[in-house]
């Protein structure tokens, strides 16, 4: 059910898709043997000899005893969390940050650093990072790391091809890391935000065990990720899911970007704030930062303040149009609203769950519309879950490290 | 590379597996044993017995010698097309059809009857078109089929649920035909005429070869229908795609649906033909069918007639817009003006290419725009093409005929 990216893994010996296969049904919990066996299509046997090698390699370890509803009890099986480890990394306009997970996915360490990224350039910040990095891992080697950044990126290549905010083009983020951190580059995938922001609500948010979600992203700019059959959806270039200029309104604004009327426009944090207080006010305070300007906003539209509540009244609508259009599209089971608009949650889904009632297609809107329970961090979220994902592909990229501490025999069912 | 369905495919056993990529790869021309056995990652022993199974079946048969460049002759086999065809039926508003296709895509037969298929009724429109198929298929089995319909479908269930143009809801299609035929309801997909037009246009007109596809059809509805990674892009019920009522001007005319400013308010081909002529004007003149208004519309822009002339330009603003959208929301290779836009193609490809390369994303537009080739016929290209798919899954489903016609043993290379 997670998110994953088959395309991009090599292909793997039938041993390592079993052993894989065996894993990967362990995320759930611990399961004996039997139970093994029965949900990965092997023979009991089959699974005795390959929990032996995950147990060398420090992957897994017994459990204890479950007792069996007819008989004897089943040894059982669990993951062995602690044994290895996954790296997130983000880049935002204004900050850095870094968490390091578990197997199990349990949060090891995390920090946020704050920065002007764009002034300090491409190089400087791939320092910082990499220096973030270091203070979490304490020379643990993690098996995989993703690095969400803000901007289009080609994930087959590992490069951000251009982050507006950030002023950066063609930038070979995994090369740059790789060698900083001592690490391969095939262990380092670099994503967009809004893509990992997607497979962070399927596993960890409101999309979780959904096949088919559309994560909208609001900021300075507006972005949007898709999971489709469970997996991103990216499209021919990698750019599916760029919703930032898509036409809202014909007769609207200039967009910088050329097109008239994007969501971007209407959608965008300083659009919004714009709308919402005159120049000079607090509002537009950049000292603030993003979090403190959409507190001050939330605040002044609970208070009734007309020029806020009429702004985040016309977010909704131009929310509404966007999400219909991308709906009418996709057909996802949810749509989750993330970012700023996980803030303003409780003025903007109403809105645009009105707009989608207004579907044309006969049917009852059977499709669901949330703020994200996780907001800015879904991203990293997102990428935690597939830093660790490579093992959970190939668990051979560990090393055997003892002999079996597992008991290879279990007890007669 | 042909578009195909496995999630709606029983699971198969290796060696039918092994059957079926044998039977894929020799698609494309006769091969060798030994070509084959690279192709397929299996030993020339391993092929030397599936060849003998699949010719058992009939469904291969030797094609004489190629000259080994570095010595003796190797035996080449191809597929035998006549040994199995598929069938596929397309309703639509005003007309039945039919095809029957070779295994190799060839056309054995087909027949287009007119009708006017919501005064039918769905019982009595399947009849006439079991009729229609019975007479084409002469007493054949086919291996599959695949039924084309204008309305939202639920390919899982084969059911139509809602088709506006033709009145019918929860249509059980599948049931209906498998009752005519004779056939197991299994043999008999339903989908939507955009997702069949889509795959038509991957497997036989401007998209061969392209994994990410979007097929634009205009009609008296707009419909969409999307490829991705090779396959048709679904959604949670079946509904990605449905195109015609995304919002293209918000301060647009009413649409039907109870949304303003819908595709289909703006490039419906009433809609247009509102726009292009008066009431009472010949061009509304429904003796004319689709083919013949359209056909009159597009010699009135030849001349230069001002309200054609006008009426078309502002389709092609309106095919900018929504096109713009959807490539931003997808990022396909290539984007297909299929139905009655490809009649006007040469009025409209400009106007969306021109929108789309004001696109914002920092890179030369990669995105390809092109009328379709195929024009009307593409939903039968594409349902011709799925009708007899099932059979290069599972080779099996023909039995074992005769002992094999073919030399089971090869030239040594």
């Not at 199990?104 to 949060?107: A, C, E, F, L, Q």
């Given at each position: 059910m997670a998110a994953t990216e088959p395309g991009q893994l090599d292909p793997v010996s039938p041993r390592t898709a079993n052993l894989a296969a065996l894993l990967r049904a362990l995320r759930a919990g611990p399961l004996s043997r039997t139970q093994l066996a029965a949900r990965c299509g092997l023979t009991k046997a089959a699974v005795s000899g390959l929990i032996t090698e995950l147990s060398e390699r420090g992957l897994v370890r017994s459990a204890g005893l479950q007792g069996g509803g007819n008989g004897r009890p089943s040894q059982l099986v669990e993951l062995n969390g602690a044994s290895a480890c996954g790296l997130a990394l983000s880049v935002e306009a204004d900050r850095f940050a870094a968490v390091v997970t578990n197997l199990?996915?349990?949060?090891v360490a995390e920090r946020t650093e704050t920065a002007d990224v764009a002034a300090l350039g491409l190089h400087r910040s791939m320092d910082e990072l990499a220096f973030l990095a270091r203070q979490l891992l304490l020379g643990d080697q993690p098996v995989g790391v993703t690095v969400s950044v803000p901007g289009l990126v080609d994930s087959a290549a590992a490069v951000l091809r251009f982050a507006p905010t950030l002023r950066w083009r063609d930038a070979e983020i995994a090369d740059l890391l790789a060698a900083r951190l001592g690490l391969t580059v095939d262990a380092i995938r670099v994503d967009n935000e809004a893509n990992l922001g997607a497979v962070g609500e399927v596993v960890a948010g409101v999309g979780r065990g959904v096949r088919e979600l559309f994560y909208l992203s609001g900021g300075t700019g507006v972005g949007g990720g898709l999971v489709s059959g469970g997996t991103i959806l990216r499209g021919a270039r990698g750019f599916a899911g760029e919703v930032g200029h898509i036409t809202v309104d014909p007769s609207g604004e200039q967009c910088p970007c050329g097109r008239v009327g994007c969501l971007e426009t209407k959608a965008g944090l300083s659009a919004v704030l714009r709308g919402a207080a005159s120049p000079g006010d607090p509002l537009h305070d950049p000292a603030l930062g993003v979090d403190g300007r959409v507190g001050l906003l939330k605040h002044r539209v609970r208070r009734g303040d007309q020029r806020a509540v009429a702004a985040v009244s016309e977010l909704g609508v131009a929310l509404g149009i966007a999400v219909s259009t991308v709906v009418d599209v996709l057909d996802p089971d949810v749509v989750v609203l993330g970012g700023y608009f996980a803030e303003l949650g409780e003025w903007l889904v109403e809105p645009v769950r009105r707009e989608l009632s207004a579907r044309p297609l006969g049917h009852e809107p059977a499709c669901r519309v949330e703020p994200s329970p996780l907001g800015t961090t879904a991203p990293l979220r997102g990428a935690a879950h597939l830093a660790t994902e490579r093992l959970f592909a190939d668990p051979t990229l560990v090393p055997v490290v003892t002999s079996s501490s597992i008991d290879t025999a279990e007890a007669p069912a």
């Open positions: 199990d996915g349990r949060v």
